[in-house]
């Protein structure tokens, strides 16, 4: 601070350099710059706390005078010049870098501004206590140009949020009321609210007053009725601006969501007045979006429609909104939804002007996302009979609309429907699904009873029969449209996973009629003539049919056999194009990939023993051997492999215990073959496919991490004896094992950390193959043993905790394997001396420093960094110690002579308490007593590095990792 201060002395330009010197200075201590970012986040961590704890504050208080100086001398500023602008800024960025720091390492997510609270320190607490603090970013606010208003707006954001536990209850009440003051003089002078920086900010701070304040507080301030007015008539004006910063619109519908939300809970003697004010934000919000519409058509605009992200958003908060005076949000849309209804309807019975019916579509999309939020935000513990009515009253309108625009579809009527509105009536169906159909619906509701007297459907089940021919109906007409297709199929498949609902389903005739016709005849999408990437939706389909099936399949073969009749059929025909040699054709191959998706969906499904039995003796042996030929020519291409390799995956996969074979059965061994015979022909000829580094994942890694998958799946399933293959002689388990090595020596060492799905598969791979395959793992080349122990070494540092829990479980292993060889090597045994010659000692013997610098790495993580599976990692330390016993002692006695005089032999006691009662064996008894005294030993290092001795730690730790 004493070498920036010469600086602040100097002219306008010094000082801006000195104040942008601190206000970097706070950004680079509060984030890990890339230089950095090989340093552990404790600490990072430490530097920062002590930076908070010693300059922070000072800093902040600086740029406080700073500011309140130049406020008292604004009348002598001239923000035309450049010196003066640019200092001003830096001096509001300094602040507003002060306010934003990381204060406790919560590491927030910059792109949420949800419920984020400033954590102050309690040393800062004067500062906030006096009112000058606050009123000095509200004066800077209204005196300063829009180029830096906006600045001192995102200051008082920050202010608004801090912490609650700061203050007590009569100081945070003065607190308040002088910040709801503030926001209120902004409100009746909106002018410099025209600057969308400014009114960004704003719309902010009015989302913190209640995500850091409760509704009862808010009430009792000064004024509050005139502030609520205003706040309401400054949201009823932004919503109507549509098309001003629509981003802004999110934090206004915070406001009123989390007060409306607020009202059951508020116990202040103060009217709330939201029963006056939230109708006219309702209201605002639903007439501005369906004025929009015929802007946006007539004048070309960009359509809210198409951010479907932002819509669903809007609409949950709407939700809540909607719900308070819902009789009147419910009058509102039945009134606007009839006259709209009613237009739509003349325009399409007389087909004249193309724009008019686009803008009635539109109005009528916005409409039924609107209600379908409506419906959705209803809570059981605050629901009435007279709003289920209500409810039942705008389903049924909807579903008359449905009526017209299915009836067009398929009529053919100018090229079907509407797009925007077909996803809106599946939103709804989405959000009606949620409330009002389940286990747990009360059949009682009103909305049933409108339902019955105004559309004829008396229960659940005749509301499902409409639904079903709605998913019908899109999967028939609209085969083009990826997205109605995926939300279709999506609405199919939450439906068929209810325990209650799945049994209505089946009894229906028209989810019969899907059970019976799933061909691409009936559904386009199940044809050639889309594209591969249309094609991934099939196997949601089939999971959705397969949950079907199986409510009656029983053990019913002829039935199971009936359904499986289009598959069937395709798959003869594959086998007889095959075999005739003419399969190079874009028919076959789009056949293989859809094949591949659809069997995946129904074994996904297929989760008890007798299902999964048909499949199998449906697939095998007849057909695995066409889709191991399908791999043998397209090798190359993972739009087919892919499909393949992930059926095969899912086969392999006891979920639930599915695969439970009968005593005499060897349909484990069959499938496990099955299984090696798909990973070798594929391991072997992907291994000389020359790829380009950007297409090295999607072209080559992707199909090896979905093999290692299968692999993990099919060894750890507990449903082969694996001891039989290499018994009789079947090299189906060696050459499986072979070809993982392969496949794991092309891979380089990097990417097995960089690509996050292939790093998990690995390591729990590797985990499964340590624990029960140690044998093989022994036996295996030198080069190719060190390659392993080096990526588990990297994969103990990794930030994947379950990358780190498997490296720590195989190591563990490892260690116990190598123990027990030590421990026993030489000595005589039943059938003779233990062999000398295992290369994996011979390994270890040769390069003792791998398992030594392990140790090290091991050691360093759970003394200095933040060790989240602490238990993880003591069960491979003590093997590591006992096997490394006198380089363990050179450590210790390496690290005990780092520390200054007066913590030598603290250390040293607890070094010495660590191994505590601890004896030469890894039992589970001394384990268990280590990982104890571990504990003991981590919290004594940890109380003794917090404090001043931030240098200590820092050097003791670089000295551990180097």
Known sequence: MSDVNKFLRGSAEQCMVGIQLLSQLTCEMNQISEADVSRSLTKHRKIASSFRDNQLFEFFQLSSNLLSTALENKKNLDFNDSAQHGLLTQLLRLAHN????????????????DLCTVQIPTTWRPAFLEYSTLQLFFDLYFSLPSSLSPHALACLVQIASVRRSLFNNAERGKFLN????????????????SDPNNYHEFCRLLARLKSNYQLGELVMVDNYPESIQLMAKFTVESLQMWQFAPN???????????????????????????????????QAYITSRLESVAVVVRDGLEDPLDDLGMVTQQLEQLSVIGRCEYS????????????????????????????????????????????????????????????????????CRVLQLMQLTDSRLSSGISQGGCEKLELALLSFFEQFRKIYIGDQVQKTSKVYRRLSEILG?????????????????????????????????QLLSDLSVGYGTVRKLVKLEEVGFLLSNHTAEHYPFLGVNVSVTEMRCRSMFYTSLGRLLMVDLGEDEDKFEAFMIPLTNAFESLGQVFSSGNYNTEEVRKTVIGLARDLRGI??????????????????????????????????DPQVTTPILKLFAELVQNRSQRLEFDVSSPNGILLFREASKIICTYGTRILDVIVPKDQMYPMKLKGICI??????????????????????????????????????????????????????????????????????????????????????????QALDTMVCTGCCATLDNIVSYLFKKFTHKGKKSRGGSVPENDPLLAVINHRPEILQQMLQTVLNIIMFEDCRNQWSMSRPLLGLILLNADYFQNLRDQIIASQPMDK???????????????????????????????????????????????????????????
């Open 98 to 113: 002060c306010l934003t720091f990381d204060f406790i390492g919560t590491s927030t997510d910059e792109s949420s501004d």
């Open 178 to 193: 002088q910040l709801v003051s503030g926001v209120r003089k902004i409100l009746q002078n909106p002018q410099e609210l």
């Open 248 to 282: 802004s619109i999110h934090y206004l519908l915070s406001l009123w969501q989390r007060m409306v939300a607020s009202v059951p809970y508020v116990k202040a003697t103060e009217p709330h007045l939201l029963e006056t004010y939230t109708p006219e934000v309702t």
């Open 328 to 395: 009147k949000t419910c009058q509102l849309l039945v009134q606007v939804f009839d006259t709209d209804a009613r237009a739509y309807q003349e325009l399409c019975s007389n087909l004249t002007s193309k724009i008019e019916l686009t803008i009635a579509e539109g109005r009528l999309t916005w409409l039924v996302y609107i209600i379908g939020s409506a419906v959705g935000g209803r809570v059981s513990f605050n629901s009435n009979d007279d709003h289920d009515a209500m409810d039942g009253e705008l389903v």
């Open 457 to 489: 459907l008396n229960d659940e089940s005749m509301v499902l029969s409409v639904i079903i021919r709605k998913v019908i109906t899109n999967l028939k007409y609209w085969g083009s449209c990826e997205l109605i297709i995926n939300k279709t199929l």
């Open 603 to 636: 074994a996904f499904a297929f989760n008890t023993k007798t299902s999964y039995m048909m499949l199998f003796d449906w697939i095998y042996p007849t057909y695995t051997p066409i889709l191991q030929r399908a791999v043998e020519i397209w090798y190359q």
């Open 707 to 796: 093999c290692f998958n299968m692999l993990k799946m099919a060894l750890c399933g507990k449903y082969v004896n694996f001891g039989v293959f290499r018994l009789y002689g079947d090299e189906a388990l060696d050459s499986v094992l072979n070809t993982f090595v392969k496949l794991l020596l092309s891979i380089p060492q990097t990417d097995l950390l960089d690509y996050p799905k292939l790093s998990q598969t690995y390591y729990v791979l590797l985990d499964c193959l340590a624990q029960d395959h140690m044998s093989f793992l022994a036996t295996l080349e030198p080069s190719v043993f060190l390659y392993i122990l080096a990526s588990i070494s990297e994969g103990l």
């Open 904 to 962: 030598r032999a603290p250390m040293m006691g607890w070094f010495e308490s660590l191994m505590e009662g601890i004896e030469r064996n890894l039992l589970t008894k001394n384990r268990d007593r280590f990982t104890q005294n571990l504990s003991a030993f981590r919290r004594d290092i940890n109380e003794s590095l917090k404090g001043p001795n931030v240098n200590t730690t820092s050097s003791l730790n670089d000295m551990m990792t180097s």
